[in-house]
């Protein structure tokens, strides 16, 4: 392998993918069984070896054969052989294993203000009223400094909305119990698919995903996905989530000599069925900025047309392996392939992507002027990490070994919106009851909760006197000085992909 590239493989001449143009994105698809998640480990381990970490979710648990030598399969040795390769021996890849459920992994844990009002929309499938009522929920809480951590958190405040419907229609518009009830339901739903896990603390701390071992190797971050794919909302709000959250994150660097982070989305689809134009707006946008950060994201899915037109324009390093023609659906999918690279002179794109053998693929990369290269017909290199699941036992180890072991184990529940409610709830509930005619308290005399405003004062409170209340400014200040230290601190209510679409 040339410095500055990845080989991928050989057809009437080699193929590689060029370092620096590996931020422009990139497409393997393919047919069940024709050899995608060859391409897919092979593409990662080169990465690793030239120090870019790699973030892959593991859908069908076979990737985490990375972590373990390999090079022993006799198929593998035969490839090797016919492609030309004398030094092929047997590598594995620096790993780090991430599960939302924390069972086969680090857990991954993010809080409810992170994601945002637009990602959580999406994820409990909520209509546009309800959407209504959740940016009231996140808005409420930003302006009284309440933090949105977990879903107890989002519960409460909704709670709050409907106790205090009246005082904020005023200013936000009907709040009415029976939406407010709905999204309870929508939120059960979401903790009984493990959202409960997902959403709390500590936080997922990103620079986690860009580390290198003591050689220099970039770690491949392998996310348990198999359990995960049974919440397809989830999964794909998820990697989503991470998208933006790497973009708002990272430092703008243009192009540079090599990515900073790949990332590989496999079921692609399922990011896009289903999903409402507003947010694929927000993929697009997210696809197309996120290159200037050196993140170079890849996606994996049956079908070319899987990935709608606005983002498959944006893949300029494509790995096409074999495709039924047996529907019209089919056929289209072999049109739109064959139609998207640069033809080659030597063979008929169309009818060779029906022909391909399993471990075969059209490649066409990005040469460095930023062209697409002439499409190459093309046996993929044999991967030297094992091809296959590594055994619950080594997956153990692993673990074990990490650099992470211990960080992220251990649940923290900090105070945060549920709590602070809780406690402005309880002398609320145990004051007596005022006699009929009874002045209302000075306003100096009454205790102020911390982070109150005027939408959680005491019933009966005289609005004509004047208020000690926090401002607003001072609510966030103590908000901020809480979250000193966390993730959270950075924004209470604001989704990353909300600021994205306001830019």
């Known amino acids: 392998m040339a410095a500055g590239e990845i080989w991928l493989g050989r057809g009437e001449r080699d193929v590689s993918l060029q370092l620096a143009m590996a931020n422009r994105h990139g497409l393997i698809a393919g047919a069940t069984g024709t050899g995608k998640t060859v391409s897919l480990q092979l593409l990662a381990e080169g990465f690793s070896r030239v120090g870019v970490p790699v973030f892959m979710a593991d859908v069908k648990g076979d990737l985490g054969g990375l972590s373990q030598i390999g090079g022993d399969h006799p198929k593998l040795r035969e490839r090797a052989e016919k492609l030309g390769v004398a030094d092929y021996t047997g590598a594995a890849c620096p790993t780090i294993f991430w599960d939302l459920f924390g069972e086969q992994g680090h857990p991954v844990r993010t809080t409810v203000s992170e994601m945002g009002p637009l990602l959580l929309t999406n994820l409990m499938d909520l209509s546009e009223a309800q959407e209504g009522v959740l940016n009231i929920a996140f808005r409420v809480a930003d302006e009284q400094g309440l933090l949105l951590l977990d879903l107890d958190d989002l519960r409460a405040m909704l709670a709050f909305l409907a106790e205090n419907a009246a005082d904020l229609a005023v200013r936000y518009g009907n709040v009415t119990k029976a939406t407010v009830g709905a999204i309870q339901r929508a939120l059960l739903v979401l903790e009984q698919q493990g959202g409960d896990k ?88 997210v696809v197309r900025l996120i290159r200037s950060k050196g993140v170079g994201v890849y996606f994996i899915t049956q079908n070319p047309i899987d990935v709608p037109d606005t983002v498959l324009g944006q893949l300029g390093n ?53 062209a697409p290269s002439v499409v190459e017909r093309a046996f993929v290199a044999p991967p030297r990490a094992r091809i296959g699941p590594a055994s619950p036992e080594e997956r153990q180890a692993v673990i074990g070994r990490s650099p992470l072991a211990g960080k992220y184990d251990q649940a923290i ?72 230290g966390s993730s959270v601190g950075r924004q209470i209510v604001r989704g990353v992909l909300g600021a994205i679409f306001k830019r």
């Open 198 to 285: 997902f959403f709390g603390e500590p936080a997922l701390d990103l620079d986690d995903f860009l580390r290198r071992d003591r050689q220099g190797l970039g770690y491949v971050n392998i996310l348990a996905a198999d359990a995960l794919m049974r919440s397809p909302r989830l999964y794909a709000s998820f990697l989503l989530w991470l998208l933006a959250e790497l973009f708002e994150r990272l430092p703008e660097v243009g192009d540079p000599d090599q990515p900073l982070l790949v990332f590989f989305f496999d079921e692609a689809h399922l990011l896009f069925e289903q999903a409402p134009k507003a947010l694929l707006d927000q993929v697009e946008q």
């Open 318 to 370: 494509r790995v096409q392996h074999a495709l039924r023609a047996f529907t019209p659906r089919d056929q289209k999918a072999v049109r739109s392939a064959a139609e998207t690279f640069r033809a080659n002179p030597a063979f008929d794109t169309a009818k060779a992507v029906t022909e391909l053998g399993v471990g075969e693929a059209l490649i066409s990369t990005l040469e460095r002027g930023g």
């Open 413 to 484: 529940d900090r105070e945060s919106a549920h709590e602070i409610l809780q406690k402005r709830a309880e002398p609320a509930a145990s004051a007596p009851p005022a006699p009929p005619g009874a002045p209302a308290p000075e306003a100096s005399e009454v205790e102020q909760p911390r982070g109150k405003t005027r939408h959680g004062r005491s019933a009966g409170r005289s609005t004509s006197r004047p208020s000690n209340r926090q401002s607003v400014a001072e609510a966030l200040a103590k908000s901020a000085v809480r979250a000193i």
